[in-house]
């Protein structure tokens, strides 16, 4: 059995010199038994993956770096890619590589340091949003069959934009893709995103709204996460699809949009519609019916064929008959109907004479009356309605139903009868 190195029974090692090999057994497996599950915090440098799918990094803060592995198996599990830079903690075991006689963190998980604080809040942040009814499945709209006008709300430059334009012209070539430039990572990131989707909705630029970005770390999807964007995706009138990251990134935005692709590419699939399979669905009803017909033509086909020359000949003069008969009715029809038409336009026609012949100046002049004017060109009324609008010796102008005369006041007077 193998004598602890550091341990409080052995403050001094045989005297007999020990292999290197043995004292790297002795330092490991000292380290394994201390530290077989312990959590670091740092900064990931030198990441790369091996030809075996191991992940190979250094763990480092301002005074100390230290070498970590992680394994394929576990690896694979990760939500993300591990990238320098990244502020980690990694829990796993302490061993020592013997060959290299350097210890190592053997990691068997990672997550984003401060993470469990991001996703607490994030948690938080959803039961408010869904207890006022913003996730609700009541408030889903669908997307449209096949839009002509499909809009896009990310990076002008990243990843993403570029499967979407590429799947939406293979699949849609037909579609109008109107991108609203968005900044998709950083503090003005969910301003950007939120306004973009209400300039959209509120124009109408759009049948269907796409709203994503490439995959990232937790950290750079949090703007997708916004209360800004969540309420504006969930007020949208158009229908929005979310596509943020990967399939196994989330954001809150998700649960607001009306449909949630795991993938920006995915995400011009569902907007897209297929005209490929619209072609095929349209031969395949169009060949449906030329069967149908030919099915039809074909057993009217054997009926005619059933029929004697004789019953033939009935059926056909019977047939000319209705025919007949139909187009009388529809003469009678429409000649009972153009009847009443023009006897309503006759009657109208003589009310509005009779309105015109009572109107007419003329007409009443016929019987006894006449109109005097002034002939002073500079008079404000030239029609003279009254006595009091003359003098004695003022020129007139009488017009008669039959001509004119021209005559000189000589005195007035005032009826107060009226």
């Known amino acids: 059995m193998l004598t602890p190195l550091f341990s409080e029974d052995a403050e001094l090692l045989p005297q007999t010199p020990l292999s290197v090999s043995r004292i790297t057994s002795l330092i490991k497996h000292d380290l394994e038994s201390r530290y077989p599950d312990v959590s670091v915090e740092g900064e990931l440098s030198n990441c790369k993956i091996a030809a075996s799918g191991h992940l190979y990094f250094s763990l480092k803060d301002e005074q100390a770096v230290m070498q970590g592995v992680m394994f394929r198996r576990d690896l694979l599990t990760l939500s993300f890619v591990p ?70 709300v990310t990076s002008p430059s990243g990843a993403a934009i570029r499967d979407i334009i590429k ?95 795991p993938t920006p590419s995915a995400a011009a699939e569902l907007a897209s519609g297929d005209l490929g399979l619209i072609i095929r669905e349209i031969d395949q009803f169009s060949e449906m019916l030329a069967h149908s017909m030919r099915r039809v033509l074909a057993r009217a086909r054997e009926r005619l064929s059933m029929v004697s020359p004789r019953r033939m000949e009935a059926l056909l003069v019977r047939k000319h008959i209705e025919m007949a008969q139909a187009f009388d009715t529809a003469v009678e029809r429409m000649r009972t109907s153009m009847e009443s038409r023009m006897e309503q336009l006759r009657r109208r026609l003589e009310l509005a004479a009779r309105t015109l012949e009572i109107a007419n100046p003329h007409a009443v002049m016929k019987r006894g009356y006449s109109i005097v004017r002034k002939t002073d060109p500079s008079a404000r009324a030239r029609v003279v309605r009254s006595a009091s609008e003359v003098q004695p010796g003022e020129q007139v102008h009488i017009v008669f139903a039959s001509g004119e005369a021209g005559a000189i006041i000589e005195k007035t007077s005032q009826d107060n009868s009226s």
């Open 83 to 152: 990238r320098d830079g990244m502020k980690v903690v990694a829990r796993g075991g302490i061993s020592l590589y013997a060959a290299r006689g350097q210890y190592q963190l053997i990691a068997r998980s990672l997550n984003h340091a401060g993470l469990g604080e991001i996703l607490a809040m994030l948690e938080a942040r959803k039961r408010k949003l869904a207890a006022e009814g913003l996730f609700d499945d009541s408030r889903k709209k669908p997307l449209p069959f096949f839009p002509t006008r499909i809009g896009v």
């Open 167 to 261: 799947v939406l012209k293979r699949r849609n070539p037909k579609a109008h893709i109107i991108l609203l430039p968005a900044l998709v990572q950083g503090e003005e990131a969910a301003y950007s995103i939120a306004a973009r989707i209400d300039q959209a909705s509120r124009w109408n630029l759009a049948e269907v709204l796409i709203v994503g970005r490439g995959g990232g770390s937790i950290e750079d999807l949090l703007p997708f996460s916004d209360e800004r964007v969540v309420r504006a995706v969930a007020a949208s009138r158009i229908p929005v699809i979310s596509a943020v990251g990967h399939e196994t990134d989330w954001a809150l935005c998700d649960y607001a949009a009306d449909v949630r692709a």
